[in-house]
Structure formats: C-alpha cells, structure tokens
C-alpha cells in the first residue's frame, strides 16, 4: 500500500508541474537554421537535427532549413546527422527564437558525438571524462549477431561470457554479472542476473544504438554498475509531420536463423509521437566445423513493444510497453562412446537405470535442426511498463521515469517431466529516477536527484537454491560540471540504501520427492532456508575532466568509486548450485564491495582520424567471490540436495552418474582484488581518399583476487588480449540502382588465455581419473584463434531514385576456422575420446553467412 500512495504521489507531482509551467508568462521558444556542406553553398536535405534531452527532432527541407518548435528555456546539447556526414554536436542555449546554422564535412565514418549514459544531460563524447563506447545503427546494420549482447561482443573492452547463441552476459573490463548494470529503455533492467545461464531479457531489434560506460556507473545508477553500464537506447522520435516504418528480413546459413520484424511510428504537427514493433526471431542449432549441430542450441524470440507520447514547450511524456519471450534449449554435451551428441528421452516403459529413469539417444537429422527446444530447456518472459517524463521548471528541468517489470523465469530439467520447471524465478520490480536538473549558469550545471529499485521474487521451481526474497534500494545523489575555456570538469557524491530480506523455507526430504519446497514443519522436511533481514549502505563519486590541447586533439582523467549490495545468491545460497556439483553457501552478513579506478585517455578527433588509447587501474575492497571449504556436508543435507545415490560397489556418493568422495562446498566470502588493463581504437578515413576507411581496436586486461594462492587468485571469463582490424571501401553510387556501396573485410584476433580460472574442475566434478581430457584442459591455457570476416551491402533504389531497400551479406568466420572461445561455458564439456588427442567440449559456431534486407515505409513519399 505504501508504494501505491508513493506511485500516486509522484503522479499528482509530475502532472502539477506542467500546468504550472504554462501558467508562467513565457513566449514560445524554437531553434531554427539551415544545414550545409562544408563549401557553406551545398544544403543537405533530410539531415536530422535532434535534441537528446527533449527527445524531439526535426529535419531539413529541400533547402536545407530546419525548424523546431514549442521548446523549453534552458541549455541543450544539439546533434545533427545524415548519412554520408560526419555527426556535429554543439551546446546551444534556447530563449525566444534562435538562429542556429551547422556546416557537416563529409565522411564516411559514423561515431555518435552525444553521450547520455551516466549524466544527467546529454554531452559532448570529446568532453566526457568517463570512458564511454558508443556502437552506431550503422555497426549492427553491418554485422550480424543472433542476441542482444553477441552485436558487441568485439567492443573495446567489453566481451560476453556465452551459453550457446541464445544466451550471452556482458563483460566490461573482466567483470560481469550483477557488476554490469544493464539500461533498457532508459531504465534499469530488473531480473536475474546472478545465474550463469541468464541472460538480457532485450530484443536485439528494439536497439537503435549502445553507449557503454566502462568503469564505475555507480554515481548516476547505484548498485550493480561498478564495473560499468550499458544502455540499450531505442530509436529516436520522428520528425513533426512524418510517419515512416521499415520491415527486416534477415536470414542466417549456419543456424538457419529467420528475423522478421515490422516496425511503424510517427509524430504528428501537434507533438503526439507514436511507435509500434513486433517481430520474432528463431534459429535451430548451430554448427560447427568439428560436431557438426551443437544439439540444442536451438532458440525462438517472440517480442513486441509500444510507445505514445506528447511534446510540448514543458516537456514531454510518454508511456512505453514491452514483451519479450524466448523459448531456448541448454546444452549439457552428453556424448555416446562413438563422440556422438546425445539427448535425454523419456520412454514410459522404459526400466529404471539408476540414477535417472531416461536414457540418452542420438538425434535424427530432423531432430538437429529442429526450432524446438528439447530438455534441457528455458523459457523466459519478461513484461515493462515506462513512463518517462522531462518537465520545464523556468530553465531547468524535472526528470522522472518511472517503471514496472514482471520477470519470469523457468527451466525444466527432468526429461520424465518435461512440462514442469525445476527452476522457476518469478518476480516483480518497480523502479524510479527523479532528478532536477538546475538551469546552467556560465559554463556550470548541476543536478540532484534519487534513484532506486523494489523487487520482489518467489523459487517456485523444484530445485530451490535460494530463498524468496525482497528487497528496497533508495539513492540520493549530486553531480555538477564546470567548463572553464578548454577544460571541462565534471563530478559528484552519492549515498545509497539497501534492505534485502530472505524468507524461512523448507523442503522434502523423502526419497521419492528430493528438493520439493513444502512448508515449514512438513513431516519429511528439513529447513532449507533461514529468514534474514540485511542491511547495506556505501558512498560513491567520481571526478574527472576533460583537456582540448587543440579542437581534434584532447585527454581525459577520471577517478571514480563505485559500490554494489551482495546480490541473493552471495547472502542467501543454500543447496546445490544448477549445473555443477558444488554446495553453496551464501552468507548474509558479507560486506558490500567497494572498488576505486582510474582512468587515463588519449584521443586525436579529426576530419582525417579517430583514435582513442585509454588504460586504467580498478582495485576492488570486500571482492565477493565462492570460497571453497575443507569441510563436507553429512550425507543427509546431500540427499536433500541432489547427491542422490551411493555406488553399489565403491559407496561413493553419485550425481549424473559421476562419482565423488565427498560434496565440494563453497561459501561466498570477501576478499580484494584489482583489475587493470587498457583499449585501443583507430580509424582512419582521409579525406583525400574517402573510398578508403582502416580501422583497427584493441582490448587488454588482466587481474585477479590478492592475497591468496596461485591456484585461486584468477577470476573466471576475464577475456583474453583481443586484436580486431577492417579494410572497408566505400564505393558509394553504382549506376542508378544503388547507394553508398561498400565491401568489408576484417579479422579478429583473440590470444591464448594463460590465467586460467582453476577451480572450473571442481565445480563441475571433473577429475584426473575418470575425466583427464576434460580435466587437463580445464587446468591448462586456452588456445587462441584468428578468424576472418567480410560484408558487402548498400542502399538500393528504385528507379525513381527512391530507396527500396538495405541490403547486407556478411560472412562470419569466413574460412570456417574451429574455435573454442574462452568465454564460452561449452569449453570443458564432455571429451569425443574418438578423437587422438581428445577434443573437448562443444566448439563455437563455424562459417555463417547473414543476408539482412531493410525496407523503409514513408508515407510521406
């Protein structure tokens, strides 16, 4: 009840202002001007002028004019953008009618100049001292991907810890799970983001672009960003008067992925915007140049989504909705004597072979490329409701969004009962961020405001690891920035609460229904769970600047601390952790981590070169990670837990079939620990050649827990040095029949990970003995690999010049090369013994080629 009159309150808030604002005397505010080429003669019609903050945009006519109308006061970065241009963005302030011209110099490199993420204006990328990737339409257009995070998996500095191609979490700087915080549609993603084999509920065909901020994000969004954040941001309103729409086809050869998208919107003379999407995604299982079909790598996405809003002098509003669905299959490896891939079946007459009464089969050709999942298997559902608003109060402004999320989770792991879900995780959050942002005064600008999350989350599956829970999460924060002639500065302070309670569960012990939750005091039962009430607090800041030695020559210095609760699983774990063998423990008196870094860049931003080299250095106090324990669990707690069985001959215990003396147990405990490393990115596009662009990134780090032996200090999925270079040419008009032409050529190479995470053999029960491949290659240095790539693609027209549509062919992993990447969690799965030497695990996806057609709807043409 108490968040409902919150929620009700900040409505009657929120709808006060406007009417407030339009009652003060104020006449109307519009920026307008004239776009042109760089000779100051050429106008461009059809570039794009668009205010970040206001969310509104407007683009030039036939002359080159632009207008934007029904403003509010106050001082906004402005982009302008066609395709063909080099993007500018300029800091304006509007009162009354402002004449504003901008000259674009051509070029084919695109590179967003705004960054939102992590400020609470939009600024200029050249003047923000936190390192921030941006990744353009452009880029996805011209690469494929088959999930929301593959499409920047080669980003400086990011990578992604994979599960098959449905299933990838963001890395950023070595670190990853609840320490990257995730923004979809401006706000926070609420789910699960602890588990292994969870990841982002977001449809890849919602993202217009990334912006990802590597290091500490804690300063703007609190918990869960201290190693960075990456925002999901959606298209841009249309122009007033303007209703366009586009239709995607993409079709992928190595896993017979099919997209289909369809999207339409506008924005009519009056401020009312309006979008619509809904498109699915389905692919069978990949193959590789070794196995053949990685079976059950197979997935479907169903996804829609809304939005309506209003513009207007005060402000804007607008209401957003989605729904994403995915229905993907989870690889166990399971092979047969032969190295053949197996899966589990369940035939009702079937005797019992213990432990488990299914057996495993090979898969008919059908079978390996079916769209259909088999067990094991997920299936997950997550709902958002957003309402965003940004009010004029004189010439500042009041932002606030607002959003609820229903997460569900499940997955069924039991081939005899398929439609029942081990795993369940339903939840349900709310979320908020109101801010002031004060008017600007000089080169200052200031804004204070508070953010915060409720989630609430019931285990209704079978396998209970960790209790239902809740938890409130409130902060309060300040930033400021000053520019003074070339240097602009930028910081601020931050305070934040959390409260997290774990609820008291029990579950059955009897023999014929292990790890069912029943309640407490259930004859058969044993508590699982004890009820808890957490409390954690912690400080965040930053401080950095910016320095422009010349217009295209600049350097930037950040330190920046961030902070982040214990999530469920590090306070409330208690069973066997799914998909491996160990017992966890969580501990809900750990401390929450704090971690301080710095960083330091260089970048040259001319008309001929962008190039950026940054480095720094993240030390992390209280590092929550799973100690292992020298004590067992009595054999009773095991069999609660999934440790079934004892070997008739030799009385050891038995999980799978898998033999162990004793349940490895793991409890979360803190420690220290420090990251450092650095990227590089170049592209070269000279303007006396300008069918000619080079580019080229690298990314590097390195780093582990302190104090502690050899055999522990490295962390899982840090990624190895990544080195990845292009030759693209752009060969712009053919005939009459296509534009902006271009042919790609690229490779990407990833060195051989030598620090290796050393307790994957544990955790997943292998041994010297009765698994040696498997076990060898998880105590020893994944090899690297180098792979090669090319695209070609344009924009086709019709013949009245019109464009009909986009069309792009990339070829990944041209020369169909076998690799296994380190971040994949396939790397040490069953061996093929078949094979001299032993080739383990399941390898990653081999030659594939993509062709994506665009096709634009205006109904204006």
């Given at each position: 009840?108490?968040?409902?009159?919150?929620?009700?309150?900040?409505?009657?808030?929120?709808?006060?202002?406007?009417?407030?604002?339009?009652?003060?005397?104020?006449?109307?505010?519009?920026?307008?001007?004239?776009?042109?080429?760089?000779?100051?003669?050429?106008?461009?019609?059809?570039?794009?002028?668009?205010?970040?903050?206001?969310?509104?945009?407007?683009?030039?006519?036939?002359?080159?004019?632009?207008?934007?109308?029904?403003?509010?006061?106050?001082?906004?970065?402005?982009?302008?953008?066609?395709?063909?241009?080099?993007?500018?963005?300029?800091?304006?302030?509007?009162?009354?009618?402002?004449?504003?011209?901008?000259?674009?110099?051509?070029?084919?490199?695109?590179?967003?100049?705004?960054?939102?993420?992590?400020?609470?204006?939009?600024?200029?990328?050249?003047?923000?001292?936190?390192?921030?990737?941006?990744?353009?339409?452009?880029?996805?257009?011209?690469?494929?991907?088959?999930?929301?995070?593959?499409?920047?998996?080669?980003?400086?500095?990011?990578?992604?810890?994979?599960?098959?191609?449905?299933?990838?979490?963001?890395?950023?700087?070595?670190?990853?799970?609840?320490?990257?915080?995730?923004?979809?549609?401006?706000?926070?993603?609420?789910?699960?983001?602890?588990?292994?084999?969870?990841?982002?509920?977001?449809?890849?065909?919602?993202?217009?672009?990334?912006?990802?901020?590597?290091?500490?994000?804690?300063?703007?969004?609190?918990?869960?960003?201290?190693?960075?954040?990456?925002?999901?941001?959606?298209?841009?309103?249309?122009?007033?008067?303007?209703?366009?729409?586009?239709?995607?086809?993409?079709?992928?050869?190595?896993?017979?992925?099919?997209?289909?998208?369809?999207?339409?919107?506008?924005?009519?003379?009056?401020?009312?915007?309006?979008?619509?999407?809904?498109?699915?995604?389905?692919?069978?299982?990949?193959?590789?140049?070794?196995?053949?079909?990685?079976?059950?790598?197979?997935?479907?996405?169903?996804?829609?989504?809304?939005?309506?809003?209003?513009?207007?002098?005060?402000?804007?509003?607008?209401?957003?909705?989605?729904?994403?669905?995915?229905?993907?299959?989870?690889?166990?490896?399971?092979?047969?004597?032969?190295?053949?891939?197996?899966?589990?079946?369940?035939?009702?007459?079937?005797?019992?072979?213990?432990?488990?009464?299914?057996?495993?089969?090979?898969?008919?050709?059908?079978?390996?490329?079916?769209?259909?999942?088999?067990?094991?298997?997920?299936?997950?559902?997550?709902?958002?409701?957003?309402?965003?608003?940004?009010?004029?109060?004189?010439?500042?402004?009041?932002?606030?969004?607002?959003?609820?999320?229903?997460?569900?989770?499940?997955?069924?792991?039991?081939?005899?009962?398929?439609?029942?879900?081990?795993?369940?995780?339903?939840?349900?959050?709310?979320?908020?961020?109101?801010?002031?942002?004060?008017?600007?005064?000089?080169?200052?600008?200031?804004?204070?405001?508070?953010?915060?999350?409720?989630?609430?989350?019931?285990?209704?599956?079978?396998?209970?690891?960790?209790?239902?829970?809740?938890?409130?999460?409130?902060?309060?924060?300040?930033?400021?920035?000053?520019?003074?002639?070339?240097?602009?500065?930028?910081?601020?302070?931050?305070?934040?609460?959390?409260?997290?309670?774990?609820?008291?569960?029990?579950?059955?012990?009897?023999?014929?229904?292990?790890?069912?939750?029943?309640?407490?005091?259930?004859?058969?039962?044993?508590?699982?769970?004890?009820?808890?009430?957490?409390?954690?607090?912690?400080?965040?800041?930053?401080?950095?600047?910016?320095?422009?030695?010349?217009?295209?020559?600049?350097?930037?210095?950040?330190?920046?601390?961030?902070?982040?609760?214990?999530?469920?699983?590090?306070?409330?774990?208690?069973?066997?952790?799914?998909?491996?063998?160990?017992?966890?423990?969580?501990?809900?008196?750990?401390?929450?981590?704090?971690?301080?870094?710095?960083?330091?860049?260089?970048?040259?931003?001319?008309?001929?070169?962008?190039?950026?080299?940054?480095?720094?250095?993240?030390?992390?106090?209280?590092?929550?990670?799973?100690?292992?324990?020298?004590?067992?669990?009595?054999?009773?707690?095991?069999?609660?837990?999934?440790?079934?069985?004892?070997?008739?001959?030799?009385?050891?215990?038995?999980?799978?079939?898998?033999?162990?003396?004793n349940a490895p147990v793991f409890k979360y405990v803190?420690?220290?620990?420090?990251?450092?490393?650095?990227?590089?990115?170049?592209?070269?596009?000279?303007?006396?050649?300008?069918?000619?662009?080079?580019?080229?990134?690298?990314?590097?780090?390195?780093?582990?827990?302190?104090?502690?032996?050899?055999?522990?200090?490295?962390?899982?999925?840090?990624?190895?040095?990544?080195?990845?270079?292009?030759?693209?040419?752009?060969?712009?008009?053919?005939?009459?029949?296509?534009?902006?032409?271009?042919?790609?050529?690229?490779?990407?190479?990833?060195?051989?990970?030598?620090?290796?995470?050393?307790?994957?053999?544990?955790?997943?029960?292998?041994?010297s003995t009765s698994t040696p491949a498997e076990y060898?290659?998880?105590?020893?240095?994944?090899?690297?690999?180098?792979?090669?790539?090319?695209?070609?693609?344009?924009?086709?027209?019709?013949?009245?010049?019109?464009?009909?549509?986009?069309?792009?062919?990339?070829?990944?992993?041209?020369?169909?090369?076998?690799?296994?990447?380190?971040?994949?969690?396939?790397?040490?799965?069953?061996?093929?013994?078949?094979?001299?030497?032993?080739?383990?695990?399941?390898?990653?996806?081999?030659?594939?080629?993509?062709?994506?057609?665009?096709?634009?709807?205006?109904?204006?043409?």
């Amino acid at each position: 009840m108490k968040y409902l009159k919150l929620f009700s309150f900040a409505i009657a808030l929120i709808f006060s202002v406007p009417a407030f604002a339009q009652n003060a005397p104020d006449a109307t505010n519009q920026l307008t001007g004239k776009v042109t080429d760089a000779d100051g003669k050429t106008t461009l019609p059809g570039a794009v002028v668009y205010v970040p903050d206001l969310k509104v945009a407007a683009q030039t006519n036939a002359d080159g004019v632009y207008l934007l109308n029904n403003l509010p006061k106050g001082v906004f970065v402005v982009e302008v953008h066609i395709l063909g241009y080099k993007v500018v963005s300029e800091r304006i302030k509007i009162e009354g009618t402002v004449t504003k011209d901008f000259t674009l110099v051509e070029s084919e490199f695109q590179e967003d100049e705004v960054v939102i993420t992590g400020n609470s204006k939009a600024s200029e990328a050249q003047h923000n001292p936190q390192p921030t990737t941006d990744v353009t339409n452009e880029y996805l257009n011209e690469h494929s991907s088959t999930n929301v995070i593959d499409a920047i998996a080669a980003t400086p500095g990011v990578s992604a810890m994979t599960d098959g191609q449905s299933i990838a979490k963001p890395m950023i700087r070595g670190l990853g799970y609840n320490r990257v915080l995730t923004i979809n549609d401006g706000v926070e993603q609420v789910d699960q983001p602890w588990f292994d084999e969870f990841g982002i509920e977001a449809d890849p065909d919602a993202v217009d672009r990334y912006e990802i901020l590597k290091g500490p994000g804690s300063l703007a969004y609190g918990s869960d960003a201290i190693s960075g954040v990456l925002n999901l941001i959606p298209e841009e309103p249309l122009p007033a008067g303007q209703m366009q729409g586009k239709v995607l086809f993409n079709y992928q050869t190595n896993n017979g992925l099919i997209n289909n998208m369809a999207q339409l919107g506008g924005t009519s003379m009056n401020g009312i915007s309006w979008s619509a999407r809904v498109d699915n995604i389905m692919a069978h299982a990949y193959q590789d140049p070794y196995d053949g079909y990685a079976l059950n790598t197979q997935f479907s996405d169903l996804n829609t989504d809304g939005t309506i809003g209003i513009h207007k002098k005060w402000g804007y509003s607008q209401f957003h909705a989605s729904y994403f669905d995915m229905h993907t299959g989870i690889v166990d490896g399971t092979r047969d004597s032969a190295g053949n891939q197996l899966r589990a079946v369940y035939y009702p007459n079937l005797t019992p072979t213990p432990p488990f009464p299914f057996t495993y089969v090979e898969p008919t050709a059908q079978e390996q490329q079916s769209y259909t999942p088999f067990v094991i298997d997920q299936r997950i559902q997550h709902y958002k409701l957003v309402w965003d608003n940004s009010l004029a109060v004189g010439s500042g402004q009041i932002k606030a969004i607002f959003s609820y999320q229903k997460n569900q989770r499940q997955e069924a792991n039991d081939p005899t009962n398929p439609n029942i879900p081990d795993i369940y995780y339903y939840s349900n959050a709310a979320t908020y961020d109101v801010r002031y942002v004060a008017p600007a005064i000089g080169g200052f600008n200031f804004s204070v405001g508070g953010n915060g999350v409720y989630q609430i989350s019931q285990s209704l599956g079978t396998v209970q690891l960790i209790p239902n829970y809740n938890y409130t999460s409130v902060g309060g924060f300040a930033i400021a920035s000053q520019k003074i002639g070339r240097l602009n500065l930028s910081g601020g302070l931050r305070y934040d609460m959390r409260t997290f309670t774990g609820d008291a569960g029990s579950v059955d012990t009897l023999p014929n229904a292990p790890q069912v939750p029943v309640p407490a005091g259930t004859y058969g039962s044993l508590p699982e769970f004890n009820a808890f009430t957490s409390h954690f607090s912690g400080m965040s800041g930053s401080f950095g600047g910016t320095y422009d030695f010349t217009h295209a020559v600049y350097m930037k210095a950040n330190i920046a601390q961030g902070w982040r609760a214990p999530n469920v699983n590090e306070c409330g774990a208690d069973g066997v952790h799914d998909g491996t063998v160990v017992y966890e423990i969580g501990d809900n008196n750990i401390k929450p981590e704090t971690n301080v870094e710095e960083d330091v860049a260089f970048g040259i931003n001319s008309k001929d070169v962008n190039f950026e080299v940054d480095g720094f250095v993240n030390t992390i106090s209280n590092f929550i990670y799973a100690q292992g324990l020298l004590s067992k669990l009595p054999f009773s707690v095991l069999q609660a837990e999934g440790f079934t069985n004892r070997d008739s001959t030799s009385n050891l215990l038995s999980v799978g079939g898998t033999l162990f003396p004793n349940a490895p147990v793991f409890k979360y405990v803190n420690g220290n620990a420090q990251m450092e490393g650095g990227e590089m990115s170049l592209d070269i596009h000279p303007s006396g050649l300008k069918w000619l662009e080079l580019n080229s990134t690298v990314s590097y780090v390195t780093g582990g827990l302190q104090g502690v032996a050899d055999s522990v200090k490295y962390l899982p999925f840090v990624p190895p040095m990544r080195i990845t270079g292009d030759i693209i040419i752009h060969i712009g008009k053919i005939a009459k029949f296509m534009k902006d032409a271009y042919i790609r050529f690229g490779f990407m190479n990833v060195a051989q990970q030598n620090d290796v995470y050393l307790q994957t053999a544990t955790y997943t029960g292998l041994s010297s003995t009765s698994t040696p491949a498997e076990y060898a290659a998880s105590t020893s240095a994944e090899a690297g690999y180098t792979l090669y790539n090319a695209g070609l693609g344009g924009h086709i027209l019709k013949s009245n010049g019109h464009e009909f549509c986009q069309l792009y062919i990339i070829c990944n992993n041209l020369m169909n090369t076998p690799y296994m990447d380190y971040m994949s969690r396939f790397k040490y799965y069953p061996a093929n013994y078949t094979t001299n030497p032993a080739r383990v695990g399941v390898y990653n996806m081999g030659r594939n080629v993509s062709i994506k057609m665009i096709i634009p709807i205006d109904f204006k043409s």
